[in-house]
């Protein structure tokens, strides 16, 4: 059971999690991300996963609130984003097969709000959820 006194503990450890993330994965461009993940890749496939501890979060965040919408929509972006990345990286680094569009994505510089914005976006799903 998820008691709402605790909403603000929830995106503390949300935004402590989550600004790990975008600190190790921080870089210029998506294929400067997704060198950084390869690294950890090539070291232990389990240990690329043990670095996405926001991703775990939100699982187990969206068992606690008993699948509401919220939660479950918090846990299915980030999902995404997790899954999206290991695509791309595999695309790019193993199969070393990628299109014109992904390849001049994947090249193109991201603008910084785009690195923080899941410390905006998630702790408004926490909340919601736990409204």
């Given at each position: 059971?998820?008691?709402q006194?605790y909403?603000?503990n929830?995106?503390l450890?949300?935004?402590?999690?989550e600004?790990y993330?975008?600190?190790?994965q921080?870089?210029?461009t998506?294929l400067?991300?997704?060198?950084?993940m390869?690294?950890y890749?090539?070291?232990?496939v389990?240990?690329?996963?043990?670095?996405?501890?926001?991703?775990?979060?939100?699982l187990?965040f969206m068992?606690l609130?008993d699948?509401?919408?919220y939660?479950?929509?918090?846990f299915?972006v980030?999902?995404s984003?997790?899954?999206?990345?290991?695509i791309?990286m595999?695309q790019v680094?193993v199969?070393k097969k990628v299109?014109?569009?992904?390849?001049?994505?994947?090249v193109?510089?991201?603008?910084?709000f785009?690195?923080y914005a899941?410390?905006v976006?998630y702790p408004?799903?926490?909340v919601?959820?736990?409204?």
């Amino acid at each position: 059971m998820v008691f709402q006194e605790y909403m603000l503990n929830y995106v503390l450890l949300y935004l402590l999690l989550e600004g790990y993330e975008v600190w190790w994965q921080k870089a210029e461009t998506l294929l400067g991300m997704l060198a950084k993940m390869f690294h950890y890749y090539t070291k232990n496939v389990w240990m690329l996963f043990l670095m996405q501890p926001a991703f775990y979060f939100a699982l187990f965040f969206m068992m606690l609130c008993d699948y509401n919408l919220y939660s479950v929509i918090f846990f299915s972006v980030k999902g995404s984003d997790v899954l999206t990345k290991v695509i791309l990286m595999k695309q790019v680094f193993v199969d070393k097969k990628v299109s014109l569009e992904v390849s001049e994505i994947i090249v193109a510089k991201i603008p910084q709000f785009l690195l923080y914005a899941g410390l905006v976006i998630y702790p408004v799903l926490i909340v919601l959820a736990l409204s």
